[in-house]
């Protein structure tokens, strides 16, 4: 399963990741990888941070982090729960501002043609 992710921003240079897990069959196992050990960790302190993604279930999942319906017996049976876990403690600890948008499938990815 691969995932990937760009950082724009008027005042830094874009910068660029992609990874893939290997036996992972899922989507969401992916994108909760991609938003702690390559997105949140290298936000510094007190950063607003927008993550787009195609994945309603990791967004459903990381709102629901935050919900006052999630107790911790909840919290535990939540898929990948040591993933969303460390995502919590990081946004915690580094006092970040996170949301999470919808976007279309695939929607402004461009492609390289090899050579």
């Not at 990791?58 to 919290?75: E, G, V």
């Not at 939540?78 to 976007?103: C, D, P, T, Y």
Request: charged share 15%; proline share 3%; glycine share 6%.
């Amino acid at each position: 399963m691969g995932f990937g992710w760009i950082i724009s921003s008027p005042t830094v240079i874009n910068l660029s990741h992609n990874g893939s897990l290997e036996h992972c069959a899922s989507s969401t196992r992916a994108e909760s990888f991609a938003i702690i050990f390559n997105i949140l960790l290298i936000c510094p302190r007190n950063s607003t941070v927008y993550i787009h993604t195609d994945s309603q279930a990791t967004i459903h999942t990381f709102n629901s982090l935050y919900s006052h319906k999630t107790t911790p017996r909840r919290f535990q049976k939540i898929n990948n729960f040591l993933n969303w876990q460390a995502i919590k403690h990081v946004i915690e600890q580094l006092r970040l501002k996170v949301s999470l948008v919808k976007v279309q499938a695939h929607s402004g990815i461009e492609t390289q043609q090899g050579g």
